[in-house]
């Protein structure tokens, strides 16, 4: 059974910084595209930023420049550095996987709140 664990969600004021790990556990011998969603409160769930094995990766414009997704195939570790937090960046985060004939998986979901 595939598990993804998120971690490091959380209230932070504006202009501030957060760090969002995902981990992927059970019997996993390639992961292929990893990413983060969010969905914000009355709002349809988006892509926020996606990573490829091979680390070619896509932003929403709305976090270019402001957020970097990075991951550690050695952990099956995905990961979202989100600097200059704006309110609008408030949602719950979701990591995703695309783990080859073993499908697609979704994370629990991380609460981030941007606010002063």
């Known amino acids: 059974q595939v598990q993804l664990v998120e971690s490091g969600g959380g209230l932070v004021q504006p202009g501030g910084s957060l760090r969002l790990s995902c981990a992927a556990s059970?019997?996993?011998?390639?992961?292929?595209?990893m990413a983060w969603y969010r969905q914000a409160p009355g709002k349809q769930r988006e892509l926020v930023a996606a990573i490829t094995r091979g680390r070619s990766t896509n932003y929403a414009d709305s976090v270019k420049g402001r957020f970097t997704i990075s991951r550690d195939n050695a952990k099956n570790t995905v990961y979202l550095q989100m600097n200059s937090l704006k309110p609008e960046d408030t949602a719950v985060y979701y990591c995703?996987?695309?783990?080859?004939?073993?499908?697609?998986?979704w994370g629990q979901g991380a609460q981030v709140t941007v606010s002063s």
């Open positions: 995703f996987a695309n783990i080859g004939f073993l499908g697609d998986y």
């Open positions: 059970g019997t996993i011998f390639n992961i292929n595209t």
